[in-house]
């Protein structure tokens, strides 16, 4: 089994899921609509959401023979399916294995914690610990990281939700002995 990319009408990905375990009960499959808890602002309150991380995307797990393409094909709601020339593009493993990793076998990607070292961040705690490469900067106003995924060989630029810590410094943690 392999990962697809489906392409669907931007904010009908929820519609297509339904569609996919309505119609094809039969086929083995699991759909991923990976998504991102955000902080807001708006009239002066700050607002958790959940935002969908690459919007107009369905992606699916799944045996992709002629018979399940064209039974995709006839779905509602389906714009087209990732492909090349002849046929289907398989995601490759090193792509999803990042956005796996992010949404740690769920559909929602959690806050990180990160804290400035040097002019590099790192991460404290949660779904970005261990992938400080793909990180581009962070927006302390905004909560936000700005991260670079790469999707069948398109780079694509996202926010996740991150909460910058201050790391506690050798001083620091003697003088809070010291008390």
């Known amino acids: 089994m392999q990962w697809y990319a489906l392409f669907v009408k931007t904010g009908e990905e929820e519609v297509m899921r339904?569609?996919?375990?309505?119609?094809?009960?039969?086929?083995?499959?699991?759909i991923l609509i990976p998504k991102r808890k955000l902080q807001e602002r708006r009239l002066g309150k700050v607002y958790e959401t959940?935002?969908?991380l690459l919007p107009g995307y369905?992606?699916?797990?799944?045996?992709?023979?002629?018979?399940?393409y064209y039974r995709l094909k006839q779905m509602p709601g389906l714009l087209r399916i990732l492909k090349d020339e002849a046929e289907p593009l398989p995601i490759p493993e090193h792509e999803?294995?990042?956005i796996l990793a992010l949404t740690n076998q769920g559909d929602v990607i959690e806050f990180s914690e990160v804290y400035r070292e040097g002019d590099r961040i790192r991460v404290s705690k949660g779904p970005m610990e261990g992938l400080e490469g793909i990180i581009e900067s962070y927006d302390h106003r905004k909560?936000?990281?700005?991260?670079?995924?790469?999707?069948?060989?398109?780079?694509?630029?996202?926010d996740l939700g991150a909460e910058l810590v201050v790391k506690q410094t050798q001083c620091q943690t003697d003088i809070q002995n010291q008390d």
């Open 96 to 98: 999803i294995a990042v």
């Open 58 to 68: 369905v992606l699916v797990k799944t045996e992709m023979d002629v018979n399940f």
């Open 50 to 52: 959940i935002r969908t």
């Open 143 to 158: 909560k936000r990281l700005k991260i670079r995924l790469e999707l069948l060989g398109q780079v694509k630029k996202v």
């Open 18 to 30: 339904k569609f996919l375990e309505t119609l094809l009960p039969d086929i083995n499959m699991r």
